[in-house]
């Protein structure tokens, strides 16, 4: 353990808050953890590995993975689906404590704190629970937070590099799933604007009627003028729902909440499949067949 010091990993993480600062809308784990060891000059400890072969793990992204511990029970990193956010609190933190190793101890003291409210706990730090080397090549599999970022970074590929009419019906597909009654989808070629209607009666005689537009993105996101056009089609008798893979521009997001006579949604990749999955039951077996999903069930950690 003399390898891993207070000093080393509060460096690599005020480093890493650093990096996190530039990018307010997060990070994926692997861009941050492959942009940390840009920033700095690896030793030859953290450039070793973990297990071997195709199991094989960097030293240095287990050293951080588990030193961020700290910082997301002191609330200065939010991890979510394998994006890590610096918060307010982080942002806050980064700029109060500018010696590196001040920086971590305050995170481990924020982490006993919050140990100390849900159970008893030995004096360990985030760095400082890795196991032996021996210890993890007997155990060598894959962690919640990795797994969690394998699977949905699988999903949202997939859904980002479908065609887009087939993102199309899976759109219908879901919303028959939830118990509309689709009228219209639209085929290969213009579409005015709106690429699905759906109505909450099998007659579409009940309001209100909902008009669907579909973007399947790699990585665009909409923008205020593509969502104030497809708002300008929307009756004040009808809801729009805009679905996009590739998310909205912050400037879109406030645009649509603003809305006060037209009612209008905006769903990103991963609102659409929690939606996916909340409904897969009631989904019809083609429906299934398009975008096939399996639950995995593990045992969340505290940590």
């Known amino acids: 353990m003399a390898d891993i010091t207070r000093k080393r990993t509060g460096e690599l993480l005020r480093t890493l808050v650093g990096l996190l600062k530039q990018h307010p809308e997060g990070l994926k784990a692997s861009s941050a953890l492959e942009q940390l ?4 000059e690896l030793t030859e400890y953290e450039k070793g590995s973990y297990g071997s072969g195709e199991k094989a793990v960097r030293r240095f992204d287990k050293i951080v993975r588990f030193a961020t511990i700290d910082c997301v029970k002191a609330g200065w990193i939010v991890k979510h689906k394998g994006t890590w956010t610096l918060t307010e609190e982080g942002l806050s933190a980064y700029n109060k404590f500018t010696d590196p190793e001040t920086f971590y101890r305050e995170a481990i003291r924020l982490y006993k704190e919050w140990r100390s409210k849900t159970k008893d706990s030995a004096d360990l730090s985030g760095a400082e629970k890795i196991i032996e080397e021996e210890s993890v090549e007997e155990n060598n599999t894959i962690t919640f937070e990795q797994a969690e970022e394998q699977a949905w970074d699988e999903v949202e590929k997939f859904l980002k590099t479908m065609n887009p009419y087939d993102f199309q019906e899976l759109v219908a597909d879901l919303l028959r ?3 509309y009654f689709v009228s219209w989808v639209s085929p290969v070629g213009k579409d005015g604007g709106v690429d699905i209607i759906a109505h909450p009666d099998p007659l579409g005689t009940q309001s209100p009627r909902l008009k669907v537009q579909v973007k399947r993105y790699a990585d665009m996101r909409i923008d205020r003028p593509t969502v104030q056009s497809f708002i300008s089609t929307i009756n004040n008798s009808d809801a729009g729902l805009f679905v996009s893979t590739s998310g909205f521009t912050k400037d ?16 990103d ?18 429906a299934r067949r398009r975008l096939p999903i399996t639950p995995i069930y593990f045992l969340t950690p505290e940590n």
Do not use: C, P
């Open 269 to 286: 990749a991963e609102r659409f499949f929690e939606l996916w999955v909340q409904f897969h039951s009631k989904l019809e077996d083609a």
């Open 37 to 40: 060891a840009s920033a700095v």
């Open 252 to 267: 879109a997001e406030d645009y649509a909440r603003n809305q006060e006579t037209r009612k209008i949604m905006l769903i």
């Open 177 to 179: 799933g939830m118990g």
